[in-house]
C-alpha cells in the first residue's frame, strides 16, 4: 500500500490531530533552530552564546517571544495600514502551510490506527511547496512596501528579486529529481530514493538545491534584503511586537522547511543510512523520525555554518551568481539528466549510454579548457599605457611621467 | 610655465619616517583557488572545538590589571590620621566635574590629619567620574588612590555620589581612629618624610579624655 493510500484511510479527527502536531512542531523547532543557532555561532566565534534562560540557555527563544509580545505594536503614520498588518499573517501563515506534504516517518501507529505521518499526500506535493514558497515572499514584499519607508522597500524590492531568481534555479535542480522518480508526490519521491539517495545519484542538482535553498530563504550569504548593515533591518525595519515576532518564526520556519524538502528530494526522506534499514522498524516505525530530523539539522547546521563562514554578497554578484551560473547550469544538466532517463527507458545499448556520457564529459572538458586559455590570453595583455594629463598630478606607478607638460 | 620647476607631489619619505620601513607592493591576486577558498569553511568548524574566550563574569570574577582604574580611596597615614588636608587640587583637576571637596581648620583638641587643614567634605561622583586618574596625579598628599574595585553599579543617582566615609581607608593594625594629636614630638614634615610608622600610646590617651 503506498503512502497516499494509507493516508487517504484517515478519519476526520487524525488529520486534526496531524495538522495541530504540524503546528507545534514547528512553532518549537523554531525556539530550539533560534537557541541552537545562536549557540553554533557563538562557538564559531569562540563565545558562549544564550546560557542564562533555562537549562544552557534552552528557553532564549521563549523569553525573546514573551519579550516581543508585550512590546508596544507601533504602525508608522506613513504605513498602509491593512497592507501593513496583513504582510506579516502572510508569511506565517505560508511558511507553516509546505510542511504539510512533507512525509516525516514511514507507516506508523497513532493512536491505534494505523497512518504515516504526513499531513496530506499531494500528486503535484513538490510543486505545491514551490507555490506556497512563492506565496511567502508576498509578505516580504508588502511588507516592504506598506511601511512607508525607504530601507523596508529596497529590502522588500531586493528579496523579491532574490527569491525569484534563485526560485528559478531551484525549480529547475528539482525537474532532474521529477524525471528520475517519475513522480512530483513527495512520498513517492522517497520511496523511489530506497537504493540510491538523489544526492548521489544527482549530486549537480543537489548543490544546486543547496545553494538556492539559502538564497530562498534569505539566509546569509544571501541575506540581501535584511542587510543589517546597509538596510538596517530591511523588510522588517518599522516592524515590531508581534508582527515582528511573526516575521521571525516564518524566516526559522522557511529553513526548516526548506532543509526538510532537502532531506525529502535528496536524503532519502525518513529512511535511514544505508546499511541501518533495520532500524526503520524500531518503536514500530517511530525510530524513522529520528532520521529525519537528523538530516533536517544537518541540514539547519550547514545553514549555520553558511552563516558563520561567509560573509554578505554584493547584490550584482548574487544576481550574476544566479542568472548566469546557477540557471545554465540546472538547464545543462537537466538535459544530460533527461538524456540519459530517455535511454535507460528505450532500452538503449549500454555501448550508447556509455558513449553519450563520455561525450558530455568530453565536451565539458573542451569547453572549460578554451575558456582557460582565453582567460590565460586576457591576462597576459600588457599594461595599457597611461594617458599623459595636462596638469600637474602625482606620479602614478608604472608611468614614465616624470615631469607634465605644460 | 617654468620648465624647471618640479610639479611631482610625492611625499618626502625620509621625513615622515619611512625610508625605515621597507615598501611592499600589494598587487590584487585575483580570486584563490576552490580548494583555497574552502579552506575557511574548516577553520570555523574548527574554531567550534576551541576554548571560549567569555568570562563568566558574576559567578567567574577574574582579577584585574594590577593598575585598573577602579573606585577611589582617601589614605592615612601609619597612625590613622587622615593624609587628605581638603586642598580642592584633585577637584581642581577632575576633567568631569565629579568631586567636591569643603576644607576645614584643624584644632588641637579635634585633629584630622597632620598639619593645618583637612577635608571636611569629601564626595565623589560616580555618574559623573571618567575614572581617567588625574586626580590621582594631582594629589599633593598621596591621600587620593585608586583602587581595583569595579562593581560600582547602583540603582540610585544619590547612593553613587560617594561620600568621605565610603572613600576613607579602613583602620589597620596600629591605626587609630581620628580625630587625636599627631605623634608626639613629630611635626606634619615628619610625617610626609616617613617617620611615623605606627600610633603612639598618648594618642589614644587623649581620645577618651576628650568629652
Redesign the interface.
Known amino acids: 500500500m503506498t503512502t497516499a493510500e494509507l493516508i487517504g484511510q484517515d478519519p476526520g479527527w487524525l488529520i486534526v490531530v496531524k495538522a495541530l502536531l504540524v503546528f507545534i512542531v514547528c512553532v518549537l523547532l523554531t525556539l530550539v533552530a533560534i537557541w541552537g543557532e545562536r549557540r553554533?555561532v557563538?562557538?564559531?566565534?569562540?563565545?558562549?552564546g544564550p546560557?542564562r534562560v533555562g537549562p544552557m540557555g534552552l528557553l532564549q527563544g521563549l523569553a525573546d517571544g514573551v519579550k516581543l509580545a508585550l512590546k508596544e505594536d507601533l504602525i508608522p503614520a506613513a504605513a498602509d495600514k491593512i497592507v501593513f498588518i496583513i504582510a506579516p499573517i502572510i508569511s506565517a501563515t505560508a511558511c507553516f502551510m509546505s510542511f504539510a506534504v512533507i512525509p516525516v516517518t514511514g507507516p506508523v501507529t497513532l493512536f491505534g490506527h494505523k497512518t504515516a505521518m504526513q499531513l496530506t499526500d499531494l500528486p503535484v506535493g513538490v510543486l505545491y511547496i514551490l507555490a506556497i514558497a512563492s506565496i511567502g515572499v508576498y509578505g516580504i514584499v508588502l511588507a516592504g512596501w506598506s511601511s512607508g519607508s525607504t530601507y523596508p522597500l529596497l529590502g522588500g524590492l531586493r528579496s523579491s528579486a532574490q527569491v525569484i531568481s534563485y526560485e528559478v534555479a531551484m525549480g529547475l535542480s528539482l525537474v532532474a529529481v521529477f524525471i528520475y522518480s517519475g513522480s512530483m508526490s513527495t512520498s513517492e519521491i522517497v520511496a523511489a530514493q530506497q537504493k540510491w539517495w538523489f544526492a548521489v545519484v544527482l549530486f549537480p542538482s543537489f548543490v544546486i538545491y543547496a545553494i538556492s535553498m539559502v538564497g530562498e530563504t534569505n539566509r546569509a550569504p544571501f541575506d540581501l534584503a535584511e542587510a543589517e548593515g546597509e538596510l538596517v533591518g530591511g523588510f522588517h525595519t518599522e516592524y515590531s511586537s508581534l508582527k515582528f515576532a511573526l516575521f521571525f518564526l516564518a524566516e526559522y520556519i522557511n529553513i526548516v522547511a526548506v532543509s526538510a524538502l532537502a532531506t525529502t528530494l535528496f536524503l532519502g526522506g525518513y529512511h535511514a543510512l544505508p546499511g541501518l534499514t533495520f532500524t526503520e522498524r524500531w518503536l514500530g516505525g517511530w525510530f524513522t523520525l529520528v532520521w529525519f530530523f537528523g538530516k533536517v539539522i544537518f541540514f539547519f547546521f550547514i545553514f549555520v555554518?553558511l552563516r558563520?563562514?561567509?560573509p554578505r554578497m554584493r547584490y550584482d554578484q548574487f544576481m550574476k551568481f544566479g542568472w548566469k551560473v546557477l540557471i545554465p547550469v540546472s538547464l545543462f544538466w537537466i538535459m544530460i539528466v533527461s538524456t540519459l532517463r530517455v535511454l535507460s527507458l528505450q532500452g538503449a545499448p549500454r555501448m550508447v549510454v556509455v558513449a553519450f556520457a563520455s561525450g558530455v564529459v568530453l565536451i565539458v572538458l573542451l569547453v572549460s579548457l578554451a575558456f582557460d586559455s582565453a582567460k590565460k590570453r586576457a591576462e597576459s595583455i600588457p599594461e595599457r599605457e597611461v594617458p599623459v594629463p595636462s596638469f600637474?598630478?602625482?606620479?602614478l606607478?608604472g608611468s614614465e611621467?616624470?615631469?607634465?607638460r605644460? | 610655465m617654468v620648465e624647471d620647476e618640479d610639479f611631482s607631489i610625492e611625499p618626502i619619505r625620509h621625513d615622515l619616517g619611512l625610508e625605515a620601513v621597507q615598501s611592499v607592493s600589494v598587487g590584487n591576486a585575483g580570486p584563490k583557488s576552490f580548494g583555497t577558498q574552502l579552506q575557511g569553511f574548516w577553520v570555523i568548524f574548527r574554531t567550534m572545538f576551541k576554548k571560549v574566550n567569555t568570562v563568566e563574569y558574576p559567578e567567574v570574577k577574574e582579577p584585574t590589571a594590577p593598575r585598573f582604574h577602579g573606585r577611589h580611596q582617601l589614605n592615612r597615614h601609619p597612625d590613622g590620621l587622615e593624609k587628605c588636608i581638603g586642598c580642592e587640587l584633585c577637584a581642581w583637576a577632575c576633567p568631569a566635574d565629579a568631586i567636591y571637596v569643603e576644607g576645614a581648620s584643624n584644632t588641637e583638641e579635634e585633629r584630622m590629619s597632620p598639619g593645618e587643614r583637612y577635608g571636611k567634605v569629601y564626595q565623589i561622583n560616580y555618574l559623573r567620574c571618567i575614572f581617567c586618574g588625574l586626580c590621582i596625579e594631582a594629589c599633593p598628599t598621596r591621600a587620593l588612590t585608586m583602587t581595583n574595585e569595579y562593581e560600582l553599579a547602583d540603582d540610585s543617582r544619590a547612593s553613587l555620589i560617594y561620600e568621605k566615609e565610603d572613600l576613607l581607608a579602613p583602620l589597620r593594625q596600629g591605626m587609630l581612629m581620628p580625630p587625636h594629636p599627631m605623634y608626639p614630638g613629630m611635626d606634619d614634615t615628619n610625617y610626609y618624610r616617613g617617620d611615623v610608622t605606627q600610633s603612639h600610646p598618648s594618642q589614644e590617651i587623649s581620645l577618651e579624655v576628650k568629652p
Do not use: D, S
Open positions: 553554533i557563538a562557538r564559531m566565534q569562540m563565545r558562549l546560557n555554518w558563520g563562514t561567509l600637474a598630478v602625482p606620479k606607478p611621467l616624470e615631469e607634465p605644460g
